[in-house]
């Protein structure tokens, strides 16, 4: 038989080693590696290229500050130049989800280039009724703001389709929403990802260093203290004990937080973590002005060695961006750091600042880049070995990396909606140069090839018995 399409002389990168073969693709799916060459309708030379399983971006935010029928677009054209195969986003709903999420759905449905999937965020006790709703949706997945609440409880929801208005509220996350989140998750065998900062902590703190005139990405990084983030992992870590409920905590960037999940871990919660590029290249010492503004912030560069430390020794899961697409005019709102807008783009230069200062630095293997980056995800989340894997019968999701390639961060390099990135002009080495999807060439030397509408909500499985 002819197959649709074999890539020849790469080194293919599985999660327990290297292995030079052919990897036969077929109706999307991988048919196997192979040292022969098979009749194919489509060769693609790797020529010694680097082949990872596709990458997963775990943690996306589109559809905020643009609709989501003009952020899936755009977003997934980054997506699809940085290399990133599934992107996962944060849907943040304030009404109840048999009333606004199905419109969510079908705006998504036919403007992605990658593959997709969807966490849905819960706010009131109205949203934990429906989270069986959700999961009848193909959501399978929750989170929780822990940081969001008392005087500190703003927060832009995602817009409806086709709309440009930004969508602002207010919203109340109690430790009660946080436990019934986490009760609900565990019977519907879901896993719960936390926003670890208490809120209450959170918001004297910014009152205190507000009071005292205090500026800068250091005030903005003490006014929400690692001490603060320990605080909510506790609380948290108790309710997924009480319930046996998996716990994955996003975005995680200092030491502090590090200690305190390996303390929890001990006690037995079922916990996965998660890193941003952001926590393993910055740190306030090093950084001025205000882009690098987060939630969490970013810390000390002792920090910054200690997450690298963390990866390393693999006690972090998975990489995700906390990619937000927003725009300058936007982000510098005023003219302090408490008047700028947290959150920055970065689902293009995940893979290239893994590379440039993990593998190309010795400091993660390749086949730990392949957990970090897609494995580790795609069992987290219920897409394994539909994802996350080059096996046969999975998804023909491969990226191909150029170790050596050298390149220069803009933010014009992604096509994204925004306009600047905390990157820019960084010079990078290690770039995905073909980003494939079911078989599909997506993306190919920073142009996307690929044809919108070729993303498709990926089919989730659960654990009912977890
Ligand atoms: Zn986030």
């Known amino acids: 038989m002819t197959y649709d399409t074999v890539i020849v002389d790469s080194h293919v990168i599985l999660p327990q080693g290297m292995v030079d073969k052919n990897i036969i693709i077929d109706e999307g799916k991988v048919v196997g590696l ?12 790797g020529n010694g290229l680097i082949s990872v399983p596709g990458p997963i971006d775990t943690h996306v935010h589109y559809g905020v500050y643009s609709p989501i029928n003009e952020a899936a677009k755009t977003e997934s054209h980054a997506a699809a130049i940085g290399g990133v195969t599934t992107m996962m986003r944060m849907l943040r709903l304030g009404d109840p989800f048999s009333s606004s999420l199905q419109a969510q759905l079908d705006a998504a449905s036919q403007n992605h280039y990658v593959d997709y999937a969807i966490h849905a965020s819960i706010f009131t006790p109205q949203q934990i009724n429906e989270m069986d709703y959700c999961v009848n949706k193909g959501i399978t997945s929750f989170k929780i703001y822990m940081n969001l609440g008392g005087e500190i409880g703003h927060v832009y929801m995602d817009m409806p389709p086709n709309s440009s208005e930004l969508v602002a509220a207010n919203v109340d996350v109690t430790d009660e929403i946080v436990e019934q989140t986490v009760k609900t998750a565990a019977s519907l065998g ?11 902590s959170c918001g004297c703190g910014i009152q205190t260093a507000r009071e005292k005139k205090q500026d800068g990405l250091s005030a903005w990084s003490e006014s929400r203290s690692p001490e603060f983030e320990a605080k909510a992992i506790k609380t ?13 905590f996003v975005h995680i960037g200092s030491e502090q937080a590090l200690k305190q999940i390996q303390e929890e871990k001990k006690l037995g919660t079922k916990i996965f973590v998660e890193t941003c590029p952001h926590y ?11 882009l690098a503004k987060v939630m969490p912030p970013i810390r000390t560069e002792n920090d910054r060695k200690a997450v690298w430390g963390a990866l390393s020794t693999n006690q972090i899961d998975t990489i995700g961006t906390d990619h937000v697409a927003n ?28 590379l440039n200062d993990g593998v190309n630095q010795n400091k993660i293997t390749l086949e730990q880049f392949v957990r970090f980056t897609s494995k580790n995800a795609a069992q987290i989340f219920g897409m394994y070995p539909q994802k996350g894997t080059l096996e ?4 023909a999701d491969v990226t191909m990396i150029d170790l050596r390639k050298e390149k220069k961060v803009t933010s014009e390099l992604f096509g994204g909606f925004s306009d600047y990135i905390v990157y820019e002009g960084r010079n990078l080495k290690g770039w995905p140069v073909k980003t494939i999807v079911r078989g599909e060439l997506v ?24």
């Open 190 to 200: 879901c896993p719960v990802l936390v926003h670890a900062e208490d809120y209450e």
């Open 327 to 354: 725009q300058l005019k936007l982000k510098l709102g005023g003219d302090d750091v408490w008047s700028a807008l947290a959150g920055f783009p970065g689902i293009g230069t995940v893979l290239p600042i893994v």
């Open 236 to 248: 948290v870590s108790k309710f997924g004990r009480d319930y046996d409920c998996v716990i994955y």
């Open 392 to 395: 046969k019968n999975s998804d």
């Open 34 to 45: 192979t040292n022969e060459l098979p009749a194919c309708d489509t060769k693609i030379n």
């Open 443 to 466: 993306a190919e030397d920073f142009e996307v090839i690929g044809k919108l509408g070729h993303g498709k909500l990926v089919q989730r499985n659960i654990d009912r018995n977890s």
């Open 280 to 290: 393993l290249t910055l740190s306030y010492e090093k950084q001025d002005g205000y």
